[in-house]
């Protein structure tokens, strides 16, 4: 070939290339200029819209008065306990089962003879009222919150903070990391509002069909408004976690920070590949090493093991009234059903254990307190809805669509019943200030380690308000 041909055929080649690269670099400008008009387009808020959950039809006028509210029990109450608890039936459980098949009933026995012969609701309930209760009515609905301010110190900032709990759960999961936030922590201290939500222990059921976590949250935001808080901070998990991410959303220029515990990104394509490359090239994909231990093997650690522990989440989604009636009338039935969660979700592998490993993180007396706030208000049904009412259309709804722009802090325990790496996070939530993985503790941080809790709540409130 000829000096002139080969000038001719490389200058040629040159310019295919060189106009491949400008199409490709066209492309790709294109891209990124179309990604940042779709995310300058994207919604950042949610509507708050409103709602009506009582009886019959919305009155022209509310109270909208505060109420102190304190619990009580009676000899009659106990009794009726008792004659039920004397009444139970038990299956025998298969030969090494453990907690494999759910609540062993060898191990039963043992929690109901506590419970009907050492367990003193009465006692029980002096500890519950030993913050203030109070209720208040909003769209409805009698809601039930305790508040508890620190002590008067000087040079102290007092910082709002509302703790939401989820299900099983209640208020009292908190009771134990309350004295650790209101105290000072150098010269920060929380002001703690804990409320329940609508159908869980003493917060009043809705009477209609509707009422899922925006409904909630925007009932909680009435609540702050109404305690005279302009701004504050949430923390959340489980249902938590969702209903506080919802006021988030809603509101934004109230929530000064959102802390959660549980958290789950919007699934897209970059998720998908991340999980099939993260195991090898886990850099490549925003993974650190303990994102790769807690994700792989994922089939068994997130497919096969949330299938053998969501079955109550289809029956509560589905059916929740039917199961609910077993539940609502059987006491031994009930903490059966709640306290089989904190076993398993507490540690998975407590399943292998004859006693679920309940009296490893939890006292007898702590787990059956929070089944008596069940029991007591008849509101395991009512609790069990709102799975139903949240799942009924969850895709389409706009706050699954919809991401988190406040400052958040995600606290990743290592026995949470999924793990999301902050890469996925920041899918949903972006404007992550800080992402620590916990080293113990499962699915009810406060109830096991409250003290981690507590100190990663104080390092995230400190770094957001740079105090």
Not at 19 to 32: D, E, P
Request: aromatic share 14%.
């Amino acid at each position: 070939m000829s000096l002139d041909k080969l000038l001719r055929l490389s200058t040629a080649n040159f310019s295919a290339s060189l106009a491949l690269l400008s199409l490709t670099s066209a492309v790709a400008i294109g891209g990124i200029l179309a990604y940042w008009v779709f995310r300058s387009k994207e919604a950042k808020t949610i509507p708050i819209g409103h709602g009506w959950w009582g009886k019959g039809k919305k009155p022209l006028s509310e109270d909208d008065q505060i109420h102190t509210f304190t619990i009580t029990t009676s000899d009659e109450e106990i009794k009726d306990l008792h004659a039920r608890l004397d009444l139970t039936r038990y299956t025998d459980p298969l030969e090494d089962s453990h907690f494999n098949f759910g609540f062993n009933s060898t191990y039963l026995k043992r929690v109901v003879s506590h419970w009907r012969n050492v367990y003193d609701w009465k006692k029980q309930v002096a500890a519950l009222n030993q913050y203030p209760h109070f209720k208040t009515k909003i769209e409805g609905l009698d809601v039930h919150f305790i508040r508890v301010c620190p002590p008067s110190r000087e040079n102290q900032k007092v910082v709002p903070l509302m703790l939401v709990h989820g299900w099983p759960g209640s208020f009292y999961e908190f009771y134990k990391i309350i004295p650790l936030l209101t105290q000072n922590h150098d010269g920060v201290a929380f002001e703690v509002i804990c409320p329940s939500i609508p159908g869980y222990g003493y917060s009043e059921a809705p009477q209609k069909k509707g009422f899922d976590s925006v409904a909630a949250a925007r009932i909680f935001l009435t609540l702050m408004e109404r305690l005279g808080f302009s701004q504050f901070y949430l923390h959340g998990g489980d249902w938590g976690s969702a209903i506080t991410t919802n006021m988030a959303q809603m509101k934004p220029d109230c929530v000064k920070g959102l802390h959660l515990t549980m958290f789950f990104p919007r699934r897209n394509f970059k998720m998908s590949l991340s999980l099939v490359i993260g195991r090898y090239l886990p850099f490549l994909v925003g993974f650190t090493r303990e994102d790769v231990r807690r994700i792989y093997p994922y089939f068994q650690k997130n497919v096969w093991q949330m299938l053998e522990e969501t079955g109550y989440m289809h029956i509560q989604a589905t059916k929740p009234d039917t199961a609910g009636c077993a539940v609502n009338n059987s006491p031994v039935g009930l903490a059966a059903y709640i306290l089989e969660k904190f076993s398993s979700w507490t540690d998975m592998k407590y399943r292998d254990l004859s006693d679920g490993g309940l009296e490893r993180m939890f006292t007898l007396d702590d787990l059956l307190t929070n089944v008596m706030i069940y029991w007591t208000t008849s509101s395991m049904t009512s609790s069990m809805r709102f799975y139903k009412e949240n799942f009924g259309n969850l895709i389409n709804r706009l706050d699954f669509k919809t991401g988190v722009f406040v400052p958040t802090g995600l606290a990743a325990f290592p026995n949470e019943l999924m793990h999301n790496p902050k890469v996925w996070a920041q899918t949903k939530y972006r404007n992550i200030y800080s992402y620590t993985f916990m080293p113990r503790g499962g699915h009810f941080p406060a109830f096991e380690e409250p003290q981690l809790l507590a100190d990663d709540i104080v390092q995230f409130v400190k770094k957001v308000g740079k105090i």
